[in-house]
């Protein structure tokens, strides 16, 4: 009888009667996350930011005043001042074209127009500055320069980065 089993085990291992399959973590983990289409909205699965709350599983942007009264006031790329850096998201999390633009609200002093000069297209040349109530303007010096001050004379000029 013993026998018989050795045999009928290694007829079924050579002949491949019996079919047996080895699934990885990983490939169950991924089947079931498409299965359910998890996203990184899902809040099942993931924490929702700050500035969003969960519902029915996904998570959606907050009203601005479901956010937190507490925190640092904030400047945003439309010139507006928020109470809160979730405040300011919140919006940006509704209306995509409203960004952070710095910490603090927002002056009307700090104006300033930037256009560039002396270059082969209109995306290179010297970066020049003006301020809107004075009549001077400036050159940006390299030494003065860094990837923060590139991005916001990038975003003034309508370029992404």
């Given at each position: ?76 790329t439309n010139r507006r001042s928020f109470p809160t850096y979730c405040q300011q998201k919140s919006l940006e999390c509704l209306h995509p074209g409203t960004k952070f633009l710095n910490n603090g609200t927002c002056t009307a002093e700090g104006k300033f127009s ?48």
């Amino acid at each position: 009888m013993k026998l018989l089993h050795v045999f009928l085990l290694f007829l079924c291992f050579h002949l491949r009667f019996c079919k047996v399959t080895y699934t990885s973590q990983e490939d169950l983990v991924e089947k079931k996350c498409l299965a359910k289409k998890y996203t990184h909205l899902s809040c099942d699965k993931v924490f929702c930011q700050p500035w969003q709350r969960c519902i029915e599983g996904t998570c959606v942007c907050k009203l601005p005043y479901q956010c937190p009264k507490n925190g640092t006031a904030v400047c945003a790329t439309n010139r507006r001042s928020f109470p809160t850096y979730c405040q300011q998201k919140s919006l940006e999390c509704l209306h995509p074209g409203t960004k952070f633009l710095n910490n603090g609200t927002c002056t009307a002093e700090g104006k300033f127009s930037v256009s560039l000069k002396h270059g082969n297209t209109d995306s290179e040349g010297i970066v020049e500055v003006k301020l809107v109530d004075q009549d001077k303007t400036m050159f940006i010096c390299k030494s003065s320069w860094s990837m923060r001050e590139a991005n916001v004379a990038c975003l003034d000029l309508g370029f992404q980065q």
